[in-house]
């Protein structure tokens, strides 16, 4: 048996960042590494250009994420203002290429995942440095806001984190379930889908697994890289 973190994500609109290139910015359909290792970051004020935190964070958890709602796609389509490419120039924030004169104007579209509900599960290297019981604890009363993959996709409904003990996966995850009557016509599905880290004890029967370029290497340079993760479709209980 082993401490595992549960909590649970709702909200209006969630992005899930997949591989980006040029103006489109696509969103995965269930939460990435990277998002989930960014929200217990933000819970514990760990800021972005603290590597070795970051660093430390990432190695130390494993974790799976029962999607219990798949929610509906939603793409963005905008125009952004950006500065021209030079040489020996770099950008970190936005407001640093905001003061550039002679904007560029550019066409941009986004992808959201809208009314779509997630369980997580997250399980603590002995020797972490956060106890499974201190993150609980830090996602109730967070250092930094949270939100779902993007600043623009607040949460909805209460995290309600608890630690529960449970030999794999599937008996963390069994220990939660969203009520109903929080997300009327939401939970409509019969089936869900189930995610977890390769290697990791999942406890589900896989049926398959796929690759996802989301293990945060650097969060100052936005480098990451890839990572496998089983699957398994469930049929709901009740």
């Known amino acids: 048996m082993a401490d595992y973190l549960v909590f649970q994500l709702y909200g209006p609109m969630a992005a899930w960042g997949d591989i980006a290139v040029g103006e489109y910015r696509p969103s995965f359909a269930h939460p990435s590494k990277s998002a989930i290792i960014g929200l217990l970051a933000a819970a514990l004020g760990i800021r972005r250009d603290e590597e070795e935190r970051q660093r430390s964070l990432t190695e130390a958890c494993s974790f799976a994420v029962r999607v219990d709602a798949m929610g509906s796609l939603l793409r963005d389509y905008h125009t952004a203002q950006v500065p021209s490419a030079k040489k020996g120039i770099t950008h970190y924030t936005r407001r640093s290429e905001l003061a550039v004169e002679n904007l560029n104007t550019i066409l941009s579209s986004r992808d959201y995942r809208c009314d779509a509900a997630y369980t997580i599960a997250i399980r603590l290297r ?7 019981q201190m993150l609980s604890e830090k996602l109730r009363k967070p250092d930094f806001i949270l939100y779902l993959g993007r600043k623009s996709c607040p949460l909805a409904l209460p995290l309600q984190p608890k630690v529960v003990q449970a030999t794999n996966f599937k008996e963390a995850l069994e220990t939660v379930s969203f009520a109903n009557d929080a997300l009327p016509g939401v939970l409509t599905s019969s089936q ?13 029967e896989s049926d398959h697994v796929v690759s996802r370029r989301d293990e945060p290497l650097s969060r100052k340079r936005w480098q990451f890289s890839e990572r496998r993760e089983n699957y398994a479709s469930i049929r709901k209980e009740g």
């Open 126 to 132: 002995k020797d972490a440095a956060y106890g499974a």
């Open 192 to 204: 869900v889908s189930v995610y977890w880290e390769n290697g990791a004890e999942g406890g589900y």
